[in-house]
Structure formats: C-alpha cells, structure tokens
C-alpha cells in the first residue's frame, strides 16, 4: 500500500536496504527455552527472579518467561496485582532493560527492606549490577557467549537485595527465521542490493542470525539513534536507502529512509512513520517494490526515447522534402522519397 508514487519510483534506484529483525527477518514471536543459572545459584532462584520481572511485561517474551518458570519449574504464576509493594521499570530502547522493585512489608505495616529486579541486554544489566557496587559471576559472560553463538538471545538477570547486586543468570530466547529469507536475500544481491540486518541483540547473537539469514551485514545492540545515523551516512554517500520495520523504535528511520515500509503488524507509528504498509507483513516483498519501481523507471526511459525519437523522425521525413528544392544537398535525407512539401 503506497502512500506516494514518488517512493515507489525511488525504489527502482535503491542501493541499500534496512531491515529490523524482530518480525521482520525472524518471526518475532521468541520464547523463553531455558533458565541457565550462574555458579552458586539454582535454576529455581532463577526461575523465581525472571518471572517476578516479567509480571508486568506482556509481550510474547514475557509471557514465555511467566509460563516457563511455572512449567518447568513448579513456580506458581503469579500475577501483576499480586505485589502491593512494587514498581514496575518498563523497557525502554534506551536502557534495554526491565523489571521490579520490591518493597517488603514489616509485620507492623512499614515498608522494610526489599529487593530490585532487573532483566535484559547483558551490556546493560552489567553496567546496572556495577554501578551498585556489585560483583558479575565470571561464567556470565560465557553464558551469554554460548547461547548468542548459537544464534538464541540471551537476557541476563540480576538482583539488588539486602546481600548486594548480583548477576543470577541468563534467559535463553530463542527466535526463528522466516522461510526462504537467504534466497530472497540473494536475489536482492544480484540486482545490487545490499541488505543490512539492524537488531538490539548482541554482536554474537546478530552475527549467528544474519549468517543464517543471509544478509550482507548487520548492526547490533542498535537503538533508534543508531539505525538513523546509520541511513544517514548512506545517504550522504549518494545512495538511496530502503527500511523496513515494524516497531515503534524504527519509526523515526523509517521517516528518515527514501522508501519506508512499515510490516502491517507493526505499530501505527510505523505505518504512519513509513511510506508504505506491506500488507503480507513478508519484509522480501520489497523486491517487488525495487521491481515495480526499475520498472516504472524503464517505461519512463522508453516513453522519453520515443518521444525524441518520434520527433527527429517527423524532421528528418518532413524537412529535407520542404527545402530540398532550394537545397539539392537535402535529397540525401529525403529517406521517405517524398516529391514536394504538400506530399
């Protein structure tokens, strides 16, 4: 659905092509796999923390998490307006993480002490955990390095209590491409196209996807300044840049983007944001968009050829017969053997 032909002309001349992952390369729809607690904490006070974090949090991951503390591990699914005590910190792309504080309540009714809960992207919970003085389990690193390698998402958790800020473990994510992106992304390539995979996942994580997906490159651990100064610096390259997303982080580069197009499960931010609405929510839909746009831009290109070509045509028939009366020499081009300027 094009919200302006000019965009779609536009794409006909694209040399660099944006895509967010979550929804768009992958399905979107990650689901907590495994708890993997670090050295000295079990896999239940794991379990324990990251549901507690995810109360409030409704998206398919966090309800993944809830879910699998409750299976796996017997914990009883709690809920939101269960915890009179507690503040919910919502994600933001910003901090790149979430979670709770929790008040604990004093037999006579005053608040006592009571403990911070946090989850997210390990660079940021790392950060959190030392800034209060904490220590990180040296195994985190190597947990969060297992699981990006193999191409899941891992979101550290930790804690603030009354013995410190401490690092309990990692939830393991994971995420699945959508079918056939690595041959659509070749096709892309072949018409001059380079694809580039922008995603909030570490550099390990983003590495593991984008092989197998097949794009040229990628930007990882990207917030929405990011993926701006990004289409920035191609643009300022002379190239044309194409988006895709569905969020409503990716709005501002969709905006910025020669062509945006906005996946129509995403945001309305983004599809206000954008240019286009793909109606399949199918982000290689775009090489039909390059297709329409190249051929929009060849029909023009004929049009204006035979324009010229129509117009040389009519002198060439049309004036050697006027003056060749006057000008012998003329005859050469009379190629339409006309007599005289009334024939």
Do not use: C
């Not at 995810?54 to 809920?79: F, M, N, Q």
């Not at 209590?161 to 390539?189: N, P, S, W």
């Not at 001059?192 to 390990?204: A, E, F, Q, R, S």
């Not at 990716?250 to 954008?274: F, R, W, Y």
């Amino acid at each position: 659905l094009a919200m302006s032909g000019r965009a779609v002309e536009a794409a006909g001349d694209v040399s660099t092509l944006l895509l967010d992952k979550t929804g768009t390369i992958t399905l979107g729809n990650r689901q907590a796999a495994e708890f993997v607690p670090v050295t000295g904490v079990t896999e239940t006070q794991l379990a324990d923390a990251a549901q507690l974090s995810s109360l409030a949090d409704e998206t398919p991951e966090g309800r993944s998490i809830v879910v699998l503390a409750k299976e796996k591990y017997g914990l009883r699914e709690r809920h939101e307006g269960e915890l009179g005590q507690a503040e919910w910190v919502p994600f933001t792309a910003q901090t790149r993480m979430s979670g709770v504080d929790i008040t604990e309540e004093e037999p006579g009714g005053e608040a006592g002490a009571g403990r911070k809960i946090r989850k997210g992207a390990a660079g940021s919970v790392v950060a959190w955990v030392t800034e209060r003085g904490g220590q990180v389990a040296p195994d985190a690193h190597i947990l969060t390095d297992r699981i990006s390698e193999d191409g899941g998402t891992p979101l550290l958790v930790a804690v603030e209590d009354g013995h410190g800020a401490r690092v309990l473990g990692v939830i393991h994510l994971k995420d699945v491409v959508k079918e056939g992106m690595r041959e659509r992304f070749e096709e892309l390539r072949r018409m001059g196209i380079k694809t580039v995979m922008i995603t909030g996942d570490n550099p390990l994580t983003a590495r593991a996807i984008a092989q197998e997906a097949g794009v040229d490159d990628f930007l990882a651990e990207a917030t929405p300044e990011d993926k701006m100064a990004l289409i920035r610096r191609e643009q300022a390259g002379g190239k044309l840049v194409a988006m895709t997303g569905d969020g409503t982080n990716d709005a501002p580069a969709l905006a910025q983007a020669d062509v945006g197009v906005a996946m129509n499960t995403g945001t309305s931010a983004a599809k206000e944001a954008g240019n286009m609405v793909d109606l399949d929510s199918n982000p290689t839909k775009l090489i039909e968009i390059v297709e329409i746009g190249k051929q929009l831009l060849i029909t023009r290109g004929a049009l204006t050829t035979f324009s010229i070509a129509n117009d040389v045509a009519k002198y060439f028939a049309i004036i050697p017969a006027m003056f060749a009366v006057v000008y012998p020499g003329l005859d050469t081009l009379n190629i339409m053997s006309l007599s005289s300027p009334e024939s």
